[in-house]
Structure formats: C-alpha cells, structure tokens
C-alpha cells in the first residue's frame, strides 16, 4: 500500500523535551506540525534521564501554560554541597543568584507535553520513525517514514538526538567539534528509603561521586570510572561500598534495589550551524552535553523556544537561529567543562603521585564558591540557569 502523505507546516522528528516543547509552542501559535515519534508513547513517557528544571526553564513553560504540575509537584531546589578532603562546603546558589531549579523527573515533564498536545489534538505520531530527510533546498522539504507517512512540509526540524537522521543530513555542510573526557561516569538510579534533600558531589582520590534528588523513592547517583569500563565491572556491592566511600561525609539515605545502571560515555558536541536549507536541529541532535551541571534538557528547550518565536516570526530570524543560539551553547559547554574540572582529578602521574595537592586546590575553589562575592555570584547564576530568557529573534539582542 503507497504511504500516506500528510502535508503540514513543521514536520518535527522526535518527542524529547526540543521536539515537545517546539510542537507545543507551534501549535498554541496556530502553526501546523507533527511530530514523528520511533518509540511508543509508553516507553517515552518512562525513560528517566534529567531532572533538575533551571529557572529560565520553569519560567517559560509557565509563560505559555506549560508549568502547571511542574510547578505543583517539583521541589524549589536552591543548594549543593561538595565533601572534600573532610570538609562539607554548601553552595547556597539559590541565595546567591535568586534563582532555585526544580527538580522534576523528565519523563514527567514529557508527560505534561504529550497531554497538552493531546488536548489541543495535535498527539505524536509514535511509532513512527523517520528513515530519511529529502528536498532540504527546493520548495518543500520530505521527511519519509518507516511503516508511517511521508510528511511534506516547509521546514524539518531535527530534534531526534545525536544518533538520529538529522544531524546526518546536515553533516555534509556542518562542523562537529568534539571532546571526549578521559573518563566515563557510572549512571545509576536506586531505590531510597528517604527523600535525597539535595545534590551532593563528593571529590574524592578514587574519583567523583554525585547523589541527586529525583522523586520521594528514587535517587540518581553517578560514579566516575576509568574511560571504556563497562557495567560487568559494577555489581551492586562494588556500587554500594564506592558511594559509601567517595560520599563519606553526606548523609546516605539507605539505598535498596538499583532499578537502572548505564554507562555513561563522557563527551561533549557541538554542530556548527545549526541549520541548512529547511532543516534545523535542536537539542541534542546539535550539542551534547555530559550530565555535569545537569544542562542537556534545559538548552533543548531554549533552543526550541527560539526556534518556536522564529518560525513563528519568519525568514529572517530563522536566518539567525545559529548565530543567536550558538553563544548560549558555548556558554553551556563551558560552564558544563568547567565544573567537570572541579569535579575530577586532572588525568595521569602528577595527580596520581600526590592526589591531595590536587584535592587541596579543588578546596581552595570551593571555599571561594561558598563565601559571597562576585566568582561565586556569577558561578551560582551559571548553575540555577537564571540567564535570561531564551534570546527572542525579534529582541534587541539580536546580532
Ligand atoms: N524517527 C523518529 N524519532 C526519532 C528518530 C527517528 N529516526 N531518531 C530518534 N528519535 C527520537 C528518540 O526516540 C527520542 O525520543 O528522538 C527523541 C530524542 O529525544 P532526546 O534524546 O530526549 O533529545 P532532546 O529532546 O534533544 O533532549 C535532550 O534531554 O534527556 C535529556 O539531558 C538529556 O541532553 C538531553 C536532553
């Protein structure tokens, strides 16, 4: 039987939290878009990654009726502490920038925006994966899909990860820059018998650690490992006893079944432009970042908030979507590497011969991190994302 074809203004791969929320903004601007979905509603709406929502986030998802349960169940989050070499140092960001996160599971957020598109009866189309991107420089772009429709349309916009088709269509024309850390980080979310208060990153001699708040019985826990190990390498007692030693110091909740372990490979991305011809990427389908400073999700969705005004807008401010977003991503990266930094023991023999010197200087840092002033100010605004709002095309700052 020949594919159904459906023609529609934006045809959006993808329903992560870029592709959600663009498909929503359009939508609520009275533009037509669909958005096409491989896995099913079921599966999207589970898998738990991020969970800390920045302020710049919270505030417009809320600006456009986004943000209701966000706003009634997450939890106002505004301190973190590291544990070095004994001492516990707390960073109030929330007193410092003004500017608490959220913290509220992903899948939950996905969730709220799969509803809305269902109220307003624009669902994704699950189970359906795009195959190809075809027609990017002539009057009509095409996405085909496997067993779905062929979607006709003005623009495609690529919110499909950095494995998908997009980032491929593109790559002729594009320039990723990459960097891959010389480490990996073991990812685990686990069953807790209380409520993790806050985010805790402990520095330690045989590698970082982290604990975060995810829900009143679920906690995320991160472990640094040599780069390449892989999770045979991580029963559950060996899991147990490292968190135990590196966060030595917090306050552990007791930690019972460990419902998800994954191997994190630590690199980070960055596409360079962002858009050719009627296709745009957003997401992270255009950068990656490590979970360091938990930034993925929040500049997926201020790269679709731009790109909602500009297409909204028109041409010319779909012409400056890369410029306009490039300097937030950069900014992104940088913050993300710089706490990597602080986080990690610098990698070969120096560190490894006197790993306390290298600790001490982490601590010299912190101390400054803790006390008021203007390193810790601009530290803590760059932490809560308080930024500003995502770049409005049509706003003076436009280049
Ligand atoms: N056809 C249809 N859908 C596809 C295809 C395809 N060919 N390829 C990938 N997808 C879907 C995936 O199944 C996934 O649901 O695209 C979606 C991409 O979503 P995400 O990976 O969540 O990407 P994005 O929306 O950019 O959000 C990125 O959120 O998970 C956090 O912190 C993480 O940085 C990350 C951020």
Redesign the pocket.
């Known amino acids: 039987m020949p594919a159904r074809t459906l023609r529609t203004q934006v045809g959006i ?8 929320v663009l498909a929503n903004l359009l939508t609520a601007a009275g533009i037509d878009c669909v958005v ?4 099913s509603r079921a599966r ?1 709406e589970r ?1 738990a ?2 969970g800390l929502v920045e302020q710049r986030t919270v505030r417009l998802l809320d600006a456009h009726g986004l943000a209701d349960r966000l706003l009634a169940d997450g939890i106002p989050h505004g301190w973190c502490d590291f544990l070095c070499l004994g001492r516990v140092i707390r960073l109030d960001y929330g007193a410092l920038s003004g500017a608490r996160h959220r913290v509220y599971p ?1 899948q939950l957020l996905v969730r709220d925006l799969i509803a809305s598109l269902d109220a307003a009866g624009r669902p994704p189309l699950f189970e ?4 190809a991107v075809e027609d990017i420089h002539g009057p009509r772009a095409t996405i085909r ?1 496997e067993d779905g429709p062929t979607v006709v349309c003005d623009h495609v916009v690529g ?3 950095p ?3 997009a980032r491929g269509a593109l790559s002729p024309a594009a320039t990723a820059h990459r960097r891959r850390y010389p480490y990996d980080w073991l990812a685990v979310l686990a069953e807790v018998d209380r409520p993790v208060p806050g985010v805790v990153y402990g520095l330690h001699q045989n590698g970082f650690a982290g604990m975060m708040p995810r829900s009143p019985r679920i906690a995320r826990f991160y472990l640094q490992c040599p780069p390449g190990d892989t999770l045979s390498a991580w029963p559950a007692p060996r899991v147990l006893s490292e968190l135990r030693r590196r966060l030595n110091g917090a306050h552990l909740p007791r930690i019972g079944a460990l419902t998800e372990t994954r191997m994190l490979r630590m690199r980070a991305d960055v596409t360079e432009p962002m858009a050719r011809g009627r296709l745009l990427l ?4 255009a950068h ?2 490590t ?1 360091s400073g938990a930034k ?2 929040n ?2 969705v201020a790269d679709a908030a731009d790109l909602a005004e500009a297409l909204i807008s028109g041409p010319a401010a779909l012409d400056g979507y890369t410029a306009r977003r490039l300097p937030d991503v950069w900014r992104t990266q940088e913050f993300s590497d710089r706490l990597l930094g602080l986080l990690h023991l610098p990698a070969g023999s120096e560190a490894a011969a006197d790993p306390r010197f290298a600790l001490r200087l982490r601590l010299a840092t912190l101390e400054r991190l803790a006390v008021p002033g203007p390193f810790s100010v601009a530290f803590a605004h760059s932490y809560a994302g308080s930024g500003e709002e995502p770049v409005s095309p049509a706003g003076p700052r436009q280049p």
């Open positions: 791969i993808g329903a992560g939290p870029a592709g959600l096409l979905e491989r896995h999207v898998r990654r991020a992903q359906c994966a795009a195959v899909c919110c499909d990860g494995k998908g088709l957003a997401g992270d389908a990656v970042l979970p993925g999700m500049l997926a």
